[in-house]
C-alpha cells in the first residue's frame, strides 16, 4: 500500500529557506511522478509543483523562481524547498502522487513563516 | 486562467439523502476534472478523476458526471463517514491547475 509522509521544521524565520522532505512506502519514487500542494484558508489548495521518474521537474509558475524539489532515490524520499520565505508561505504542505491529480497523498505539515 | 466555481458552498443534509454539488469552470476543460473529500485536519482524498472514473476503494455511492464547463458529483445514501468538504480540480494542462473553494457537507 502506497503510503507518504511529509517531514521538516514546522517554523521558518521570515526571507529563510523553507525545506521539507517526502517519504514514500509502498513504491519507488522512480516509478511515478510526485507533487508538492499546500493549502491555506484564505487561497486555498496550491499545486507547487512535481518531479519526474526522470528527474526533470515543472513549478507554478508564480513559484517558480523560488521553489525545487528534488529526489533521493537511496531514501525513496523527494524533497522541497522554497527560498525567500514570507508569511504568505504559511500553510499545510502536502505531498502526493501524481497523475496531474493527486492520490494518495501524506498527511500534511503545517509550516508556519515568522518574522 | 481557468476558474472552477462550486455550488453551493454549504449543503446540509441527512444521513440516507441523496446530494448532488455542482463544480464549473469558466471554460471548456473537457473531461479532465477530479473530485476531492477532505476532513478536517486531514489530507484530501482522491474519489474520482477523468469527471466519472472512480477511484479505487472509493465506496460506489460516489459518482461523477458533467464534461466541458459543467461538472456533478453525486452521494446517495448518505453515510455518517460522508460528511466533509469536498473540491474539484481542473487539469487540463501541466502547471495550470485549480480549484474549487470547497463544498461542506454538513449534517442536518
Known amino acids: 500500500q502506497l503510503q507518504l509522509q511529509e517531514s521538516g521544521p514546522g517554523l521558518v524565520k521570515s526571507s529563510e529557506t523553507l525545506s521539507l522532505t517526502c517519504t514514500v512506502s509502498g513504491a519507488s519514487v522512480s516509478d511515478y511522478y510526485w507533487s508538492w500542494i499546500r493549502q491555506t484558508p484564505g487561497k486555498g489548495l496550491e499545486w507547487i509543483g512535481r518531479i519526474y521518474p526522470s528527474g526533470n521537474t515543472n513549478y507554478h509558475p508564480s513559484l517558480k523562481s523560488r521553489v525545487t524539489i528534488s529526489v533521493d532515490r537511496s531514501k525513496n524520499q523527494f524533497s522541497l524547498r522554497l527560498t525567500t520565505a514570507t508569511a504568505a508561505d504559511t500553510a499545510v504542505y502536502y505531498c502526493a502522487r501524481d497523475y496531474d491529480f493527486w492520490g494518495p497523498w501524506g498527511q500534511g505539515v503545517l509550516v508556519t513563516v515568522s518574522s | ?108
Open chain 2, 1 to 108: 486562467d481557468i476558474q472552477m466555481t462550486q455550488s453551493p458552498s454549504t449543503l446540509s443534509a441527512s444521513v440516507g439523502d441523496s446530494v448532488t454539488i455542482t463544480c464549473r469552470a469558466s471554460q471548456s476543460i473537457s473531461t479532465w476534472l477530479a473530485w476531492y473529500q477532505q476532513k478536517p485536519g486531514k489530507a484530501p482524498k482522491l474519489l474520482i478523476y477523468r469527471a466519472s472514473d472512480l477511484e479505487s476503494g472509493v465506496p460506489s455511492r460516489f459518482s461523477g458526471s458533467g464534461s466541458e464547463t459543467e461538472f456533478r458529483l453525486n452521494i446517495s445514501s448518505l453515510q455518517p463517514d460522508d460528511f466533509a468538504t469536498y473540491f474539484c480540480q481542473q487539469y487540463t494542462s501541466h502547471s495550470q491547475y485549480s480549484f474549487g473553494q470547497g463544498t461542506k457537507l454538513e449534517i442536518k
